[in-house]
């Protein structure tokens, strides 16, 4: 066996379990964001004041619905959430 068939046969090998690790992980994401959507539906059903305890308002609730299918509504609000709370804290800071 010379060395170019060599490698030509290992690269062949290594290169199916890489395409099956992205397979399965695509997968796992569509069905993480599919489940997570489902949760984020049920967020709409709460009150003002119950998102309002978790720090979210409707309106984030609409502006998070505007990603792609296959995206994950809830990593948005985690973003608005999070950009919140920072607002917040610099206003607190600035009046003490």
Do not use: C, Q
Request: glycine letters at 4%; hydrophobic letters at 45%; a positive charge.
């Amino acid at each position: 066996m010379a060395t170019f068939d060599f490698a030509t046969e290992t690269s062949r090998i290594t290169s199916r379990p890489a395409i099956a690790t992205r397979v399965v992980n695509t997968i796992s994401n569509v069905y993480r964001a599919w489940k997570n959507r489902r949760a984020f539906y049920r967020l709409g059903e709460m009150s003002d004041a119950e998102l309002a305890d978790i720090g979210l308002t409707r309106a984030d609730l609409h502006v998070a619905i505007e990603v792609p299918f296959g995206r994950d509504p809830t990593e948005r609000l985690r973003v608005i959430a999070a950009d919140r709370v920072d607002t917040i804290e610099d206003l607190a800071r600035k009046v003490t």
